[in-house]
């Protein structure tokens, strides 16, 4: 089956660590992006990236690292920068860079210990 | 910068009876496409109907369908026939159109709870 898969589904991290989600697609979409959701607010976009080996900036990008290597992967690094970084964060991808959908994975939960 | 307002934080439902969820936009632009998500408590996100700002047609798919007012800023889901697995949490968003776009703004979202 096609789809976007996220791990892991729950993320402890310690203070000044640093942290990588992974995002996984199987749809052959060029489009992947990754946002952040709190409570009672919609989603935020991080890092988007349109095509391998290239991304950009979204509305929360600081705290925050991406790479882009292969069409199928696109990690979220939250570093020690981002001093509040408990969230649940859901990572996208879509066919192309024109006006298409995007697919949605299931998302993990960062918590802080 | 675009902006989507839902206005409606929860909203309830006795099964198998109609709801519409509300949503407002501010944008300049002449050319976009707006979407309704559903977030259940699975927590993943489902697209759930698509409508194209250049088409009077309101978008239909099955027992969800939007009233959309462009002039209005207006793009309204309607659930008819709600069922339990309809509650979830449900995303306006906008996508402005144009070439090498899927820049996607989200509103707050709606908590629906559907009754039995």
């Known amino acids: 089956d096609g789809g976007i898969t996220q791990s892991p589904k729950y993320l402890f991290r310690k203070e000044g660590q640093n942290v990588t989600l992974s995002c996984e697609q199987n749809?052959?979409?060029?489009?992947m992006y990754w946002y952040r959701q709190d409570p009672g607010q919609g989603l935020r976009l991080i890092y988007y990236?349109?095509?391998?080996?290239?991304?950009q900036k979204g509305d929360i990008a600081e705290g925050y690292s991406v790479s882009r290597e292969k069409k199928e992967s696109f990690p979220l690094t939250v570093t020690s920068a981002q001093k509040n970084p408990t969230a649940f964060y859901l990572c996208?991808?879509?066919?192309?860079?024109?006006?298409?959908?995007?697919?949605f994975g299931d998302g993990t939960r960062l918590s802080i210990l | 910068a675009q902006t989507v307002t839902q206005s409606q934080p929860e909203m309830s439902v006795q099964e198998a009876e109609t709801v519409t969820l509300s949503c407002t936009y501010d944008?300049?632009?002449?050319?976009?496409?707006l979407f309704w998500y559903k977030q259940p408590p699975s927590r993943q996100m489902i697209l759930v109907i698509r409508q194209e700002a250049y088409k009077q047609q309101n978008a239909t798919e099955n027992r969800f369908s939007v009233n959309f007012q462009k002039a209005a800023k207006s793009f309204s889901l309607k659930i008819s026939d709600s069922q339990l697995g309809d509650t979830a949490m449900y995303f306006c968003?906008?996508?402005?159109?144009?070439?090498?776009?899927?820049?996607?703004?989200f509103g707050a979202g709606t908590r629906l709870t559907v009754k039995p």
């Open positions: 749809l052959n979409h060029d489009a």
């Open positions: 944008t300049s632009e002449n050319n976009y496409y």
């Open positions: 968003a906008f996508m402005k159109g144009s070439y090498n776009n899927n820049d996607m703004r």
């Open positions: 996208a991808s879509a066919r192309d860079r024109n006006n298409q959908p995007q697919h």
């Open positions: 990236s349109q095509i391998v080996n290239d991304f």
